[in-house]
């Protein structure tokens, strides 16, 4: 998996065959080039891991993206089916996937949460074992990642309950039937959660002695999508693997510790080149002397700080710079420590093509020992 350098800013003529136009939403943030850099030091993970950094896994499950091409083509034709306007709950009721949920789960009619003006579908789901009811209010939430006009981004998220207000890791029985559904409709997902190396590696550098993975997330990122600066911290979770299938996706990803760190640099040295008012750039050159308060707008999602991860050009070159920037080409993973909201890893995601990719993100959470 490469690295990536930075190579000009927005509007900048580019002559290199390998550059990469980085733009999400609208915003132009420059372009990069790839760098050739194996994985993280295998010898060093498990402190990456209780540091809270990222740990990037060159060519993972590149034999399985290959043993599973049939399954990843399918996913991206459900995708454009989507896109195109076909309704999910008719195609769910079709071939393949009909006969893959049946007869263990059985689709319900669908809705739409009201609340949430990025859904575009929620389907419900029981889980059978025979004619013996197993759960209810298992779900799968089809959904736009932003609501910019040119953002074709599309999530696949499987879990239960009510969002928002359960804690899903409290429930363990129903956390594995989402996965199981999770697999009935895209079985790639067999890339990640039945892979013993992948198994054995977190087994090696976690806080446990077994995982599963849970809260499972099916990715389409589409060109000038992706997704903003945030993490994933979630309560009785280690972490969020991160696979990639089809295209590329590049990432900006450090821990939260280092953010900060290079939040405060940025702030301290390159005002200037920001489009900001006096005012703002005085409350911003404030913050960057003040940690706690630094940190606490970052949580907050305070609009000019938010504005500088997100769409500030120069903030963006700023982390490339100083190694925090990744190209995950069909292949590769990363992974994502996310202990608590004060130790974990931040991430910001592109697309790297002029097409959608494909890639997968689970949640790793210790298995229970009656599970083992």
């Given amino acids: 998996m490469p690295a990536l350098d930075y190579l000009a800013a927005p509007g900048e003529a ?33 402190r990456y891991w209780a540091a809270a950094r990222p740990i990037y896994l060159a060519d993972f499950v590149t034999t399985e993206v290959a043993e599973y091409s049939e399954h990843i083509a399918q996913g991206l034709r459900l995708m454009d089916a989507v896109l195109a306007g076909e309704d999910l709950e008719d195609i769910l009721h079709g071939p393949p996937y009909a006969a893959r949920l049946a007869p263990d789960f059985r689709l319900l009619p669908a809705g739409i949460d009201t609340g949430d003006e990025q859904e575009i579908l929620r389907l419900d789901f029981d889980a059978y074992a025979g004619e013996r009811l197993l759960a209810e209010d ?27 207000y359960e804690n899903v890791a409290a429930h363990w029985h129903k956390q594995q039937l989402a996965a199981r559904l999770t697999e009935a409709i895209f079985p790639e997902s067999a890339i990640v959660s039945r892979n013993s190396f992948l198994r054995e590696l977190l087994g090696s550098i976690l806080p446990a002695d077994d995982v599963a993975y849970v809260e499972r997330i099916v990715y389409f990122n589409a060109p000038n999508g992706g997704a903003q600066f945030h993490q994933d911290v979630e309560r009785g979770h280690l972490g969020v693997v991160f ?24 702030l301290r040295t390159s005002l200037s080149g920001l489009q900001a008012g006096a005012a703002e750039r005085a ?3 404030a913050l960057a002397g003040d940690a706690a308060e630094l940190a606490a707008a970052l949580e907050a999602g305070d609009d000019a700080v938010e504005a500088v991860l997100n769409r500030a050009p120069e903030f963006f070159a700023h982390l490339l710079r100083q190694g925090h920037g990744w190209l995950l080409e069909p292949g590769d993973l990363i992974l994502l420590p996310q202990q608590n909201p004060e130790h974990c890893a931040w991430h910001s995601v592109f ?13 790793i959470r210790e298995r229970p020992a ?3």
């Fill in 14 to 46: 580019v002559t290199r065959a390998d550059a990469i136009r980085v733009r999400r939403r609208g915003v132009e943030l420059g372009w990069v080039v790839p760098r050739a850099q194996a994985s993280s030091d295998s010898t060093c993970l498990a």
């Fill in 138 to 164: 298992l779900w799968v939430k089809l959904s736009w990642l932003s609501f910019h006009p040119d953002d074709a981004s599309l999530r696949f998220r499987f879990s239960f309950g009510i969002e928002g």
């Fill in 243 to 266: 696979a990639q299938l089809h295209g590329r996706s590049l990432w900006l990803a450090l821990s939260r510790q280092q953010l900060l760190q290079e939040l405060a640099a940025f």
């Fill in 283 to 285: 409350r911003l050159q």
């Fill in 351 to 363: 697309c790297a093509d002029d097409f959608p990719g494909h890639a997968l993100s689970f949640a």
């Fill in 370 to 372: 009656d599970h083992q």
